[in-house]
């Protein structure tokens, strides 16, 4: 890890990661977005097909349903940072189209050192986690969404230790909202209800 202490650093420095393969097929690593002293962390898995054109997390179609449900849980955007457990797309190719695959452990194991530079520069006071990959990172493979969401959670400071733990409370990822088909309304109103509680926290 680079002896940084300023985001810019760190994001010049993630660009350049070579830590696993991922690196070789996508178009460039995917940094987190947003400012230092952010109150609220979001984690999600890993850039998808726009993200990775784009080099910004959450600028696709997750990132529009994301937006929408900040914006009624009643946060502004200038208060949270976003960011993925894996900063490198990971594909299979389908003709033309670019397939999304979910990281496997050595992936998230890879890319750990930057989370956690994230979190060590933003210092936010509360961490949301977006989907299974993104809590099983921090807790472990037998982590469920289902089990966990909503409710707030001690940061895993044996695992990951940080200068100032922030609290953490998982929900459901806005991509599985959007595969939702019938249940789409009701997985959508969980979201905002979670990402309320967590702006309560703040
Ligand atoms: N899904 C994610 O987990 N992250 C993104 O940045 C986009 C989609």
Redesign the pocket.
């Known amino acids: 890890m680079p002896p940084t202490s300023e985001l810019a650093q760190l994001t010049e420095a993630i660009a350049g990661c070579t830590a696993c393969e991922l690196y070789r097929d996508a178009t460039q690593a ?1 940094p987190g977005r947003g400012a230092l002293g952010a109150p609220l962390m979001l984690v ?5 097909d ?2 990775d054109v784009e080099g ?5 179609p ?2 529009h349903l994301l937006d929408r449900a900040l914006a009624e849980a009643g946060i502004a955007p200038e208060h949270v940072y ?1 960011t ?2 894996v900063k490198h797309f990971r594909f299979a190719r389908q003709g033309k189209r670019r397939l999304h695959k979910a990281p496997a452990v050595r992936h998230v194991e890879a890319c750990a050192p930057w989370l956690i530079a994230e979190l060590e520069l933003v210092a936010p006071e509360g961490v949301v986690l ?2 299974g ?2 809590g099983k990172a921090l807790y472990g493979p037998s982590f469920r969404v289902g089990d966990a969401r909503g409710r707030l959670a001690e940061w895993p400071q044996e695992r990951f230790p940080l200068t100032t733990p922030p609290w953490v409370l998982a929900t459901a ?3 599985a909202i959007l595969r939702a088909r019938d249940e789409r309304e009701d997985a959508y109103a969980a979201l905002v209800a979670d990402l309320r509680a967590a702006v309560a926290a703040l």
């Open positions: 995917v999600g898995e890993q850039p998808g726009r993200e910004e997390p959450f600028v696709g997750a990132g976003v993925n457990v977006l989907g990959t993104a990822h806005p991509s």
